[in-house]
């Protein structure tokens, strides 16, 4: 398959002024000439379900109403556009996405709205104008602003809350390389000191130094390497908002719902099928987000599910196998670590295996519910 | 307080955003409306993120809100050391939108800061040129 003859477009326009703009932020650059495209191609945003930029795409995404279910931020300089053509292109092609919104915006001259500013106190982007100023500092003060929302709407209690860390200590306690294996209490989750509340530290990732790699070639190839088998089956992307404040419901990721729902479909299996599952734990509330937002428990189920023990050895969904962000490892940008540790499961070969794992979920989260990727791996031999 | 002395971040208006903080100065809340599909909105922007059309107007906001959510903050980041412990709040305004905010007039505690709780707009002006909206109990 190549991409020839498989993709067209069908809008473009430049921006309504070029030249000298001072009264155009380099963001309503982006956007003018987004509204320009979608008038030429006769479209209005509904139909649009991809966005490739410079721009964070969850900037133009959030400006817009949309959700997409695939998205780019490919920097590369000047030819960053042409790259998100092909990549775009690649991705019609595939079934990824049918419509895709591509942006350029630039104050070039007159440096409207541009990171940097008159100095670096002051800060013109939508963090600067509309959350930094309150006191933000960190994913530890922003990540879990939905929280206590969703314990007052579903009846969750901290014990809960606090029972995903005790849940994933079970794990690690087994796992050489994960840096906390003692197994603890929610007392003990309580007992440790208060970061940003409602989060205990034991609440919060660790943080600490590391990478991972992986190498990815085509199904029919799969064979001719000496590595157990793991084939990727469904795949899934999405972005909501690049400030928290602004997500559409602070106790559901709009981004998890859609990009897990592209990879259920195209892998073609249930949530039954799932028996391995890694949810990207930055905070004790990500497992319970993920659960729902997935589809594996009900709206409000997620935290007796696993207080129960649903996700700990011998439960019936093991989650989070190497003790997750919270007790393994969390370098900043975790997802990584996820994606290794589902492949080990996968091929058998986890230090904390759970028997028998033939279909893994991955779901990814990045920024503060910004963007989410979902994965689905199986060692099963390709089948219809 | 002089900018030397203010160590907190300082926001920094665009073209589209002019107008809020405009009016924040003038100690009001002002947020936006669709004149296509009705929609009310915030964050500025030049077209309505609910139908895209560019036919929107700035709308004097009530003022009125109720706290929606909250993180109390432990660990101040540089300037905000007299400030701590804070809480960092999700205002949901009486016509709709929500916003981030600061919660004053009241100690933040879990205690105190109660969901759903009743909430009115309030100005500080921080810097001679620099006014920044926050929230007190109704």
Redesign the interface.
């Known amino acids: 398959m190549s991409l020839r003859y498989k993709v067209g477009i069908v809008g473009a326009a430049e921006s309504t002024e070029l030249g000298t703009l001072p009264?155009?932020?380099q963001?309503?650059l982006h956007?003018?000439s987004a509204?320009n495209a979608?008038k030429d191609a006769g479209i209005?945003?509904t139909q649009i379900d991809g966005i490739a930029s410079t721009l964070n795409p969850s900037i133009l995404a959030?400006?817009?109403?949309i959700v997409p279910k695939w998205v780019d931020n490919t920097s590369l300089g000047g030819t960053s556009f042409l790259i998100h053509v092909r990549h775009a292109a690649a991705a019609i092609a595939s079934g990824l996405a049918t419509t895709v919104l591509i942006t350029h915006g630039e104050s070039g001259r007159s440096r409207?709205?541009v990171a940097g500013?008159?100095g670096s106190?002051?800060?013109?982007s939508?963090p600067?104008?509309?959350?930094?100023?309150?006191?933000?500092?960190?994913p530890?003060?922003?990540f879990?602003?939905?929280?206590?929302?969703y314990l007052?709407e579903t009846g969750t209690t901290m014990e809960q809350l606090a029972s995903v860390a005790v849940a994933q200590r079970k794990w690690s306690n087994k796992v050489p390389r994960a840096k906390f294996g003692d197994l603890i209490t929610t007392d003990d989750v309580f007992e440790s000191r208060?970061?940003?509340?409602?989060?205990n530290l034991l609440m919060c990732c660790l943080v600490t130094d590391g990478g991972g790699a992986l190498i990815l070639t085509s199904a029919d190839r799969v064979g001719d390497f000496k590595t157990n088998p793991c084939y990727i089956m469904g795949t899934g992307e999405s972005v909501e908002t690049s400030?928290?404040?602004?997500m559409y419901d602070?106790t559901s990721s709009a981004a998890f719902r859609t990009a897990s729902s592209s990879a259920f479909a195209e892998a073609k299996v249930s949530h039954d099928d799932i028996d391995h599952l890694m949810i990207y734990d930055a905070f004790a509330h990500l497992p319970i987000y993920g659960l729902e937002d997935l589809g594996f428990v009900g709206r409000g189920e997620a935290g007796a599910f696993i207080e129960a023990g649903n996700t700990s050895p011998g439960g019936k969904l093991p989650m989070n196998t190497n003790g997750g962000g919270l007790s393994y490892t969390h370098t900043g940008m975790y997802g990584m670590f996820a994606i290794q540790e589902a492949v080990r499961q996968i091929r058998g070969e986890a230090a904390h295996q759970v028997d028998g794992v033939k279909t893994s979920f991955v779901q990814g989260v990045g920024g503060m519910f910004m963007a989410a990727g979902s994965l689905i791996f199986t060692n099963e031999p390709p089948h219809d | 307080m002089t900018?030397q002395e203010y160590?907190?971040?300082?926001?920094?208006?665009?073209?589209?955003?002019q107008f809020y903080?405009d009016k924040v100065r003038e100690h009001e809340l002002w947020i936006q409306k669709c004149n296509e599909c009705s929609h009310v909105f915030f964050?500025p922007?030049?077209?309505c993120?609910?139908?895209?059309s560019?036919n929107v107007e700035p709308m004097q906001a009530s003022g009125k809100g109720s706290l929606?959510?909250?993180?109390?903050?432990?660990?101040?980041?540089p300037g905000?050391e007299a400030?701590a412990?804070?809480a960092?709040?999700?205002i949901q305004l009486e016509e709709g939108p929500?916003?981030?905010?600061?919660i004053v007039g009241i100690e933040n505690t879990?205690e105190n800061l109660v969901?759903d709780m009743p909430l009115e707009v309030v100005f500080d002006d921080v810097l001679p040129d620099v006014t920044?909206p926050k929230w007190k109990p109704a």
């Open positions: 009264d155009q932020s963001t309503q956007v003018d509204v979608m209005d945003k959030n400006y817009f109403g409207v709205g500013g008159r106190q002051r800060d013109n939508y600067g104008q509309f959350e930094s100023i309150y006191g933000v500092f960190g530890t003060t922003q879990g602003m939905g929280v206590l929302r007052k208060m970061i940003c509340y409602p989060f400030i928290v404040s602004q602070m | 900018e160590r907190k971040p300082i926001p920094e208006p665009v073209p589209e955003t903080w964050y922007r030049l077209h993120p609910q139908c895209t560019d929606y959510t909250y993180m109390i903050n432990q660990r101040p980041p905000w400030d412990p804070y960092i709040a999700i929500r916003m981030m905010s600061n879990p969901l920044i």
